[in-house]
């Protein structure tokens, strides 16, 4: 099976979004053929509530692993991504779902509750590992038989062992379990640092699950702020885990639609000094990509949605409080026409950031990083300040 997407791509986008992608981030083809490929560097946070940056690059480096510092942010660690690597994979074969495909793409095993399909796989069976559409996503071999897959649904099913990108494991680093590291992509790293939060604020996450984006404002503010972290119900246990192995035990965690809440804390109306809006997107930046399948009228649909939290942060914030809006895709619907409707309820984008980027790109309503021009994942940002 080859791709049979845009630009002989795994990826299929409508007439109309891919106009709108061409015109904010073109040249198309360019961009989808490099949604298919992991960022260029692997980025973990280092949690200095927890460990200094020099001191944890000492422990990887007694474990022969050698990450340097990111340029920008100097809390971010990297180390490069090799690929794609030459293999003859060869074997039964393993279909996986496209969440734990994108994952085996990236050299990470297989775990149970991700495989579609392993009819006929035996533990200790080479093995070839696809994505539901068909393609190649890593080999190695099978530690489960395709019985106990189905029977227990959960453990390591296939160890990768023939990967088509390299980088290390996020989760087997040193000090993970720990709190020592949190593992996050450098351009979502920009959030906290761009809107340069200070002790004593109070800060309010709108979509706070699974945790990054408002554990490192915590990280940089310390206990002597008040933040409180919205999503749904379901996602709250993720959040309150990520927040207790960062040892962030100061934020409030809240499961509710955040787009009331303001209803929700009492006394918040008005008075908060930032708010984070990091909505439910097309997640167009997202990669690496084994196939995506989105839609201009889905693209539309989500900026509407996003809208009602940018209202929801306008009520929250005092006059001067700030909100950092970013996504993790590249539609301009969900985008710069966000933040021009932000602009008419009463918020003036601000460009006293707290970083400047040496990567990416300003546009005239907010900065953009674009896989096949900055081998990063596709994200937006902007910072607004609610005037009067």
């Given amino acids: 099976m080859t791709g049979s997407g845009l630009c002989g791509t795994w990826i299929s986008y409508d007439?109309?979004?891919?106009?709108?992608?061409?015109?904010?981030?073109?040249?198309?083809?360019?961009?989808?053929?490099?949604?298919?490929?992991?960022?260029?560097?692997?980025?973990?946070?280092?949690?200095?509530?927890?460990?200094?940056?020099?001191?944890?690059?000492?422990?990887l480096s007694e474990r022969g692993l050698n990450f340097s510092v990111d340029e920008d942010i100097p809390e971010a660690v990297w180390h490069p991504v090799e690929g794609p690597l030459k293999w003859e994979y060869r074997g039964k074969r393993v279909v996986a779902d496209k969440i734990a495909s994108e994952s085996v793409l990236m050299g990470s095993d297989l775990y149970a509750p991700g495989v579609v399909d392993a009819r006929g796989?035996?533990?200790?069976?080479e093995v070839v590992v696809v994505s539901p559409n068909g393609r190649i996503v890593g080999g190695g071999v099978a530690a489960m038989s395709w019985r106990e897959i189905r029977l227990k649904r959960r453990g390591l099913a296939v160890r990768i062992t023939k990967p088509v990108f390299r980088a290390p494991r996020v989760s087997e680093l040193p000090g993970f379990l720990e709190g020592l590291i949190y593992g996050q992509s450098i351009t979502s790293m920009y959030v906290a640092r761009a809107l340069d939060p200070r002790p004593g604020w109070t800060i309010v996450d709108l979509n706070a699950a699974p945790g990054g984006k408002v554990s490192h404002v915590a990280q940089l503010v310390g206990p002597r702020s008040r933040i409180i972290a919205f999503d749904r119900p379901s996602k709250i246990p993720v959040l309150e885990e990520?927040?207790?192995r960062l040892g962030v035990w100061w934020a409030e965690t809240i499961g509710g639609d955040s787009r009331k809440a303001d209803g929700l804390v009492k006394g918040t109306a008005g008075k908060v000094d930032a708010v984070l809006v990091d909505p439910p997107c097309t997640n167009i930046g997202v990669i690496p990509k084994v196939h995506d399948s989105k839609t201009l009228r889905q693209s539309i649909a989500a900026s509407r949605y996003q809208e009602s939290f940018i209202k929801a942060a306008y009520r929250l914030l005092k006059p001067g409080g700030l909100l950092a809006y970013s996504t993790c895709t590249l539609s301009s619907l969900e985008n710069e026409l966000v933040v021009a409707r932000a602009e008419n309820l009463g918020l003036r984008l601000s460009w006293s950031w707290g970083v400047k980027p040496s990567r990416g790109r300003r546009t005239s309503l907010g900065f953009r990083w674009e896989p096949h021009r900055d081998g990063t994942p596709g994200f937006f940002l902007a910072v607004l300040e609610k005037v009067g």
């Fill in 121 to 125: 796989v035996d533990r200790g069976d």
């Fill in 15 to 59: 007439l109309g979004l891919a106009e709108v992608l061409d015109s904010s981030s073109g040249p198309l083809c360019h961009l989808v053929r490099r949604l298919e490929r992991p960022p260029d560097r692997l980025y973990v946070r280092v949690n200095t509530l927890k460990i200094g940056v020099d001191e944890y690059l000492q422990v």
């Fill in 242 to 244: 990520t927040l207790r």
